[in-house]
């Protein structure tokens, strides 16, 4: 369910959205008393975690709201097809359902687009909209300042490890890395000491999507300089930065990792699945050293996922991914999160948002927290220590959000996004030298945003 997008997927008509169309029927207006509500359904038949939890929160609504009925749209596609037939969805009143999941990053889009409602309304008689923490709620606004979704949580991201690959490389179990050149090092130590494991994982290229530019790019490139503005967007000239220093130290990088060959072949970070196998095999099977990935692995381990592995709190350690320099704060994250938003052509809207303020009671949320592996963002669950003692790593991915940074989600992103795919594509290739990829990366971002840049 999180971030792993091709972006340019958004922007073709494809045959698979037309399977969507017709699967919502006749759309969210047919019947007043019906709530539709679609959602991303894993492409992995074990993994039920979003089922489960929409299941129960159907079976509480219906039971409290006598005569009224849920009905759940599952949109089952890997991300890229999950977000072109949503968006082919919400072009017209015959499909649009009454309530959609959204991923924070394209929710402006889909504002521009005209294609989601503001929820500011039903949020000022909603008690419980004081709960979730500012910058939740600021990942769901639009430039016009209202609201458009109610998030469901958040995320960070770091570094997994192995513990036993890295014993076997005489690495430290507590390994706490201070700089990128000493990921580098350990990445070099466990292919030089343990032959057949894939030293570290970066997400790269198109096929990756999103997880190659927020869990690879940005994770690098959000700890170069002092930490401090960001070095995508310039929020006060309202302009993206071209390429500089630190994104070119960004690239060499991930030029470095697939030169030396110390993440996986080629062919396989350029597998859209691969992320899949990351969560699945490699790292359960103590075939990947290290693994800079996100907060919410562990939902594909639990019990009754199909790929449990319940021993994996002892066999992982967790590090932060440090600036590139050890500079302050010394480590950075990035945090996405993914909200409930109401179409602007949804039939029943009122009936969605009764909905929602089922699914986010306190209860519910730390329920959905839990089993998503996700970090909470109502205050009242962060504060819970149910919740903080509920799965290990927890308190961990949720400290990180103190030094963690969030897209610049403006309605250019997707296209920004896909530029840096290219960018780290052409590296991870040896298609294109750093400077070739920055340069090529230039042209595009100007393109995408009709050459609303400056240099820094």
């Known amino acids: ?23 919502c029927g006749s759309g969210s207006g047919s019947d007043p008393d019906t709530v539709k509500v679609s959602f991303k359904q894993s492409t992995d038949n074990s ?22 009925k849920v009905e759940l749209v599952p949109i089952k ?8 037939k949503l968006q082919q969805m919400l072009r017209s009143p015959k499909t649009a359902p009454d309530l959609v999941y959204e991923d924070t990053f ?16 039903y949020l000022a008689d909603w008690k419980d909209w004081d709960r979730f923490i500012d910058t939740a709620k600021a990942a769901a606004q639009g430039e016009d300042g209202k609201t458009y979704g109610v998030p469901d949580g958040t995320d960070t991201r770091g570094l997994w490890f192995s513990k036993d690959v890295f014993a076997e490389a005489g690495l430290p179990a507590d390994w706490q890395p201070k700089s990128w050149d000493e990921v580098l090092d350990a990445a ?21 999507g999103e997880a190659a ?8 490139l959000y700890g170069t300089g002092d930490g401090g503005a960001d070095p995508l967007y310039d929020k006060d000239a309202k302009k993206w930065i071209t390429a500089g220093q630190g994104f070119e130290d960004s690239l060499r990088f991930v030029e470095t990792v697939y030169k030396e060959k110390l993440g996986p072949e080629v062919s396989d970070a350029l597998d859209p699945n691969f992320g899949t196998k990351v969560r699945g095999e490699l790292l359960p099977q103590g075939k990947l050293g290290i693994a800079l990935d996100g907060s919410w692995l562990p939902q594909d381990w639990l019990e009754g996922s199909g790929h449990e592995w319940p021993e994996w709190s002892k066999e992982l350690g967790l590090a932060a991914m440090p600036t590139q320099h050890g500079q302050a704060p010394g480590r950075v994250s990035m945090s996405g999160g993914w909200t409930w938003s109401i179409p602007a052509k949804a039939g029943n809207p009122d009936l969605a948002f009764e ?11 730390q329920k959905w927290y839990i089993a998503n ?16 003692a509920a799965q290990p790593g927890i308190k961990f991915f949720t400290d990180l959000v103190a030094d963690t940074h969030y897209r610049p989600a403006y309605p250019a992103y997707p296209k920004v996004s896909v530029a840096v795919q290219e960018a780290m594509e052409g590296v991870t290739t040896g298609d294109k030298s750093v400077e070739e990829a920055a340069r090529d990366y230039d042209e595009a971002l100007k393109e995408a945003t009709d050459n609303q840049v400056v240099s820094k």
Request: proline share 6%.
């Open 1 to 23: 369910m999180r971030p792993t997008v091709r972006f340019t997927a958004l922007f073709t008509l494809t045959a698979l959205a037309a399977t969507s169309l017709a699967a």
């Open 47 to 68: 993994i039920k975690v979003m089922d489960t939890y929409l299941g129960d929160v159907k079976k509480q609504f219906e039971k409290a709201n006598p005569g009224k």
């Open 77 to 84: 596609a890997p991300d890229a097809e999950y977000y072109t």
């Open 106 to 121: 394209l929710i402006n889009s889909d504002i521009t687009s005209g294609y989601l409602k503001p929820l500011d309304d």
């Open 188 to 208: 070099r130590a466990i292919k030089e000491k343990v032959p057949g494991v894939t030293p570290l994982n970066v997400y790269t290229g198109k096929p990756a």
């Open 213 to 220: 530019t927020m869990q690879g790019f940005e994770m690098l």
């Open 355 to 365: 909905f929602v303020k089922t699914m986010q009671t306190k209860a519910n949320a």
């Open 373 to 388: 592996s996700g970090i909470a963002v109502r205050e009242d669950v962060a504060q819970d220590p149910a919740y903080v």
